[in-house]
């Protein structure tokens, strides 16, 4: 073959292949495309279908609530409870009645509509039968209303439940429907370009490819579920270790420096158990389990306490804490825990992405009708900010939004996810606003019972004359804050001339404009006259927690504490000793229990921290390593109390119990369980194995306390 032929052969063999690859490559991009287009309306099928199973999960939770509401006040004889759950109801049936308006995000066939119509029929029976109950309550024929409920009530409700249960299958069915016709659509689609096999065996292997998926996920949630389980025991059972011993050291007589360390441990005690129960909670949230215990508690503190868990790592960079709480907020009836995490989770972030300015807290309220208030706590920070585009990620599960410009703080992209979810499990919300480079305010709202006012603590200030040299920013605004719920008449003052002479204290932010005010202040002392005037000083703690105090009469940390500054303001008016000389608090009140104690714990520090915790109550427990000796300790003794732990390596805690229960002896104990599981079916199974209480670990030296009065009171 001449080298032209061989030449002309292998360009016409070049453009074949060309040809060959072109003709691949356009199909591909043609099936690509085809895909791509159907894998989009199978997303936006998917969010359609899980918004409608979310309307009808609402509808079924809000028609429970109209029920659930009713049995209270079928199971109550107080008329105003009864007017009060009569309110309720039927605000829940407002509710519903807006989800029954509302229109599915699937388009319904006929069958659904019909479904609907039967929800709407039963709903509409039920109300009927209801309202004639709620006629009776009021009228005070409590017997009789129970009577109709119980025979008509009960029935037409499971009417509706049914009928709801329907409707969801319906709607499966439609989208059933939907996605088989997306599936065939995409099958006439790729069969026009010839590929119908490959499209056939990718939609099949797409199939197994979910399902299997499905069994996987489905078997990883719940060894996930048992490893959380398991992992909070273990981290937990140390816990319960060193903030017991916090407990008993707060009530021992040291000295304030010593106490000061010592809040300070419980303090990040505290702050490592709420990051082990934020890890713990993405799962028990995913699966429904989060059980709200609602207790009494100040917002301030709140705030006091999440504020001393980044108050070190804000020192170290250098930033100014403060905050500002309205006046009329009042203490409140809700999750203190859960508001605490959601509050430490903001100011944890804030910390993180912030390099220097300031943080400041502000909480207001807002009265609601029966007795409800909204709490607003708005965290700000002088931060990065975070770009608009950005925003919308910031509480999806896993996703971490690094600012740009920001070091990388690492994290597991849960908190700000959880604390969202938290804030709704709370009856409130949770917002952002930010200016890219100029910081973020991160808000959040929680709804809760207000709780009657009570005396205030210590003695009356109302009168005293205080000197406020202070700067501007959020310290300053946060001691003058304070100054004036206090009720004190507070003159604040720039020193550039002499103060008034009539004061009874001064309080001066010994960093405010980079400490000059204060360096003023204190070259003036005493050609002012100031001498002889008690002085409180703010300031920053320094790197090692140390206060610049040389020469001082009271320094406080920065923030500062509503009862340090009160005790420092007693202390300067002669009202108190010093806030640095007060006694420790004693353990009287809590003595006085005259009970026999058997404390069954296999881990050796925790059993001794127990037993020093009773010891502090006055009680000489006895010892069981494990739950073999502590049925032969049973069966030996006639114990008053039992504090039983769960998880024990031969016969655990349950099992115990059952064995105790069963041993036919006249006198019967009480048996508490003390156990570091955190998920609500554990209280069931210990009460079903014959336990009286529930304690979880880590144990507070209060709550042992509280738990043995209520049985000595038993046992009068």
Known sequence: MTRTARSLAR???FTLLAAATLTVVALGWVVASDFRQSADAANELYDRFGEALDLIDNMLFETGEVRRILLYALHTSDANRQLEYVDQSRSAEG???QLLASRSPIVSTEGTRNARESVT?????????????????????????????????????NHVREAIAALKASVEADAKAQVDTERARSARATARLGLIVLSALLLVAMGVHLVNRRASLEVGLRVRSEFLATMSHELRTPLTG????????????????????????????TTLLALINNVLDYSRIDAGLVALAPRRFSPCTAVEEALDSVSEAASRKGLALGYVIDADVPDVIADED?????????????????????????????????????VTIAVRDTGVGIR???????FRWFSRVEPVGAQSAGGTGLGLAISNRLSRLLSGSMSVESEYGKGSTFTFVFRAHAAPASRPDGPDLAGMRVLAVVGPGIVGEHILSLLRNAGVKTTVHDTGSAPPIDIDAVVVDSNALGGDLYDRLMRNRAAWGLASVPFVTVAQMGPLGRHPSAGLDHVLSAPVRVRALHEALCAAARALPAAGDAAAPDSQGRAGIDLAVLVVEDNEPNRRVIRLMLNELGLDPDEASCGEEAIDAAARRDYDVILMDLQMPDIDGLEATRRIRASGRTHVPTIIALTANVFDSDEARCRAAGMNAYLQKPLRLDTLSDALHAVARTLV
């Not at 903030?243 to 005690?269: C, F, K, Y």
């Not at 508001?339 to 300015?357: E, F, P």
């Open 338 to 374: 859960r508001v605490r995490q959601v509050l430490l989770n903001l100011l944890s972030n804030a910390v993180k992405y912030t390099a220097s300015g300031d943080i400041a807290i502000r909480v207001s309220a807002a009265r609601e009708r029966n007795g409800i208030v909204a």
């Open 11 to 13: 360009s016409w063999l």
């Open 95 to 97: 509710r519903v009645r």
């Open 242 to 269: 060193v903030i017991g011993i916090t407990d008993l050291l707060q009530a021992a007589p040291i000295q304030t420096a010593e106490r000061e360390l010592v809040r300070m441990l419980r303090s990040n005690a």
């Open 388 to 394: 608009r585009d950005m925003q919308e990620r910031l």
């Open 121 to 157: 029929l039963a709903w509409r029976d039920y109300l009927h039968t209801r309202d004639e109950v709620i006629g009776l309550i009021l009228e005070g024929d409590l017997g009789q209303a129970v009577a109709l409920d119980e025979a008509v009530g009960t029935a037409r409700f």
